[in-house]
Nanobody, 114 residues
């Protein structure tokens, strides 16, 4: 079955960096667009970044443009989210998802705090 497993979350100070990774299995990864979404306490889940199946096209939420980078490795079935210049408002649970299969990972907590 489709499975997505995130890793790489944690506690980081403002201005710091984290790299999230998502390992996918159970489907043809190289043909699937992928996304990272996040949900902060008391807020709705929102799109952070998306990437096309071959990685040639990416989109970002305005709030993370210039700070976050989404990438994928179709040989390893992974999609990553490099997060730089982190701000307290980036604190959320981050989810990897494959929209074509309506599949979500369990989420990984990112906390930005001094």
């Amino acid at each position: 079955q489709v499975q997505l497993v995130e890793s790489g979350g944690g506690l980081v100070q403002p201005g710091g960096s984290l790299r999230l990774s998502c390992a996918a299995s159970g489907f043809t990864f190289s043909s699937a667009p992928m996304r990272w979404d996040r949900q902060a306490p008391g807020k709705e889940r929102e799109l952070v970044a998306s990437i096309s199946s071959l990685g040639g096209s990416t989109t970002y939420a305005d709030s993370v443009k210039g700070r976050f980078t989404i990438s994928r490795n179709n040989a390893k079935n992974t999609v990553d989210l490099q997060m730089n210049s982190l701000k307290p408002e980036d604190t959320a649970v981050y989810y990897c998802n494959a929209p074509r299969f309506n599949a979500w990972g369990q989420g990984t907590q990112v906390t930005v705090s001094s």
